[in-house]
């Protein structure tokens, strides 16, 4: 099965941006949808966007549009998720997931089978 690592997380002041990456190994990440999702203490993980294996769709959540861009290569397994505009409502830790049976509009409510450990965003005012 696929194998998601997250990197890119820290600390970064409001207004600021970030990017984060999802390397995958095992199969073809090709293969996959992908998606971003967050988790804030306390709450439950939400979808934040996602990708289509091809990388011609995607999806966001409102509080995602506008300010954040997903996108892949699959050339190098690799997805990302540049933030710009960043608020401290955005801090939570941010997971990859992937699934090789839904789209990316589906990841919007149902959340994929396979995901990575996360990676913490905190975002300071």
């Known amino acids: 099965q696929v194998l998601l690592v997250e990197s890119g997380g820290g600390l970064v002041q409001a207004g600021g941006s970030r990017r984060l990456s999802c390397t995958a190994s095992?199969?073809?990440?090709?293969?996959?949808?992908a998606g971003w999702f967050r988790q804030a203490p306390g709450k439950e993980r939400e979808f934040v966007a996602a990708?289509?294996?091809?990388?011609?769709?995607?999806s966001y959540a409102d509080s995602a549009q506008g300010r954040f861009t997903i996108s892949r290569d699959n050339a190098k397994n690799t997805m990302y998720l540049q933030m710009n505009s960043l608020k401290p409502e955005d801090t939570a830790v941010y997971y990859c997931?992937?699934?090789?049976?839904?789209?990316?509009?589906?990841?919007?409510?149902?959340?994929?089978?396979?995901w990575g450990q996360g990676t913490q965003v905190t975002v300071t005012s």
């Open positions: 997931g992937a699934d090789a049976h839904m789209t990316d509009r589906a990841m919007v409510t149902v959340y994929p089978h396979h």
């Open positions: 095992g199969p073809p990440f090709i293969t996959y949808s």
């Open positions: 990708i289509d294996w091809g990388g011609r769709s995607s």
